[in-house]
């Protein structure tokens, strides 16, 4: 048995999941020289909400930041998740952008693109796999892990064989909410193993309570990588700590061959930062703790954070466990989607709406209809017809793979721009986020240029999500 490799998530995932991406370049920059000395199997530093929370909360260039990091690490393999046709927006793109984002995530140091989707299309992460391929990119295909009567060991494992084929060169189940329990995870890596010839790593989150013991067993079921966090920023939301794991295997055949004394001193980096968040009120102790319930309700953290929210602003807060009951319902309506984002908050939304106007689909949200289309693509199981008639109509549902419906964007987007643009990557800004990179573009050359030795005056607006 090789040795157990690990990814390290606290420039990526640790603080996404715990402080909704709100750690500075600043105050990652100090710490990467000794995370690049550890040995890890990757750094995952890059992509998800670190791209948005960027520009929109932090005044900071997503690509100096990668650049930056690069400069620094040396040694180890830099790491980001793209969500497929979505890459780090919302909606799909056309393959240009696709092929674009991804050439030039590469050129400025990405090593690994972990590419995912939300309903497990394999569609909707081909051109991104095909271009990682032909940048030289490591392509690691995802799979959303979900519990269903339609996921079962066979889909996955088919489902895996189709990644294989389309050339991925590592499988990385994306057990996002935490739901994969220990004896599962044993099953599902063994089946990969047996089906597939590429190396299978497993992320999930510690939300539910079982994330280390989870690793435990598919470690001993033959996985080759594990996503961990440095310990400060482990746990509750976030992924199982580095450390306790390292400790646990070594002298045995599955030995990491880390350095706890190192892990230590990255841990002692992290801890003042820690306390800062916490200071601010950015990190709520709330997402610290174990909630079993997600194993009940199959419903990630973020989303249920996110629907009590929507029921306090409505004044329905007592309608909650009505919600929770609605949302695996909905789900089976719109056959079966994984709960990620933007599946998870489109069925959240139309529980809510369901359980609050006392009629199913009386209200339906524009997102619901597209899922329901089509337009996110093709949904584990049929959506059943009554459904889709009562939500379109007549309207024909979409079958092909959806940005074939959607013209070449680049040369359109970079004639809007011309004005702001500093650098290539300014056109896949604007591209993926373009009110909150326009505000970007002006506040970066308010800073350039000066007039009369005053600053121009831009109006900059920060748009919350």
């Keep these: 048995m090789a040795k157990v490799k690990i990814t390290e998530t606290i420039l990526r995932d640790a603080h996404q999941s715990l402080i909704a991406t709100r750690m500075s370049t600043d105050d990652i920059l100090p710490i990467v020289e000794k995370l690049d000395e550890i040995g890890y199997q990757s750094l995952e530093c890059w992509g998800g909400a670190t ?61 690994i693109i972990r590419i995912f989707d939300a309903l497990n299309d394999p569609r909707n992460i081909e051109a991104a796999i095909k271009a990682c391929k032909k940048e030289g990119g490591h392509a690691q295909a995802a799979m959303s892990y979900t519990i269903s009567p339609v996921h079962n060991l066979e889909l996955f494992v088919k489902d895996a064989r189709i990644l294989e084929e389309m050339g991925a060169d590592s499988i990385c189940i994306k057990d996002m909410a935490g739901l994969l329990v220990p004896y599962a995870a044993y099953d599902l890596v063994k089946a990969l193993k047996e089906n597939v010839k590429i190396p299978i790593q497993l992320h999930t989150h510690y939300t539910s309570g079982v994330a280390s013991m989870t690793y435990l067993k598919a470690i001993e079921a033959g996985v080759d990588v594990v996503d961990c966090a440095i310990s400060p920023l482990a746990m509750g939301t976030s992924q199982p700590p580095t450390e306790p794991l390292v400790a646990t295997l070594k002298d045995t055949e599955y030995d990491t061959g880390l350095d706890l004394g190192k892990l230590s001193e990255i841990a002692d980096y992290f801890r003042p930062i820690r306390e800062k968040y916490i200071q601010s009120g950015m990190l709520d102790t709330k997402v610290m703790g174990v909630d079993v319930n997600t194993l009940k309700y199959q419903v990630p953290g973020g989303m249920l954070s996110n629907l009590v929210s929507q029921l306090k602003q409505a004044g329905k807060s007592d309608l909650f466990e009505e919600v929770l009951k609605e949302v695996p319902r909905v789900r089976e309506d719109f056959g079966f989607p994984p709960l990620v984002t933007p599946t998870s908050q489109i069925v959240g939304t139309q529980a809510v709406m369901n359980v609050i106007t006392g009629e199913r689909y009386k209200m339906v949200p524009k997102e619901s209809k597209a899922l329901v289309r089509g337009e996110y693509g093709k949904t584990p199981a049929p959506i059943p017809e009554h459904i889709r008639k009562k939500i379109l109509g007549d309207e024909e549902q979409i079958t092909c793979r959806p940005a074939d419906l959607i013209e070449p964007e680049l040369d359109n987007i970079r004639k809007q721009i011309t004005q702001y643009i500093e650098q290539d990557e300014d056109v896949l800004t604007y591209a993926l986020f373009p009110q909150v990179a326009e505000n970007f573009f002006k506040l970066r050359q308010a800073e350039k240029y000066k007039v009369d030795g005053t600053m121009v005056d831009y109006e900059f607006r920060v748009h919350p999500v």
């Excluded at 799909?92 to 674009?100: K, L, P, R």
Aim: aromatic letters at 12%; one cysteine or more; hydrophobic letters at 35%.
């Design 51 to 111: 791209f948005d929370s960027c520009l929109r909360f932090l005044n900071e260039d997503p690509w100096e930041r990668l650049r930056k990091i690069r400069s620094k690490a040396k040694k180890t393999k830099l790491q980001m998740l793209l969500r497929g046709q979505n890459l780090l927006g919302y909606k799909h793109y056309a393959d240009d952008v696709v092929e674009y984002f991804v050439q030039k995530s590469i050129a400025n140091g990405i090593d």
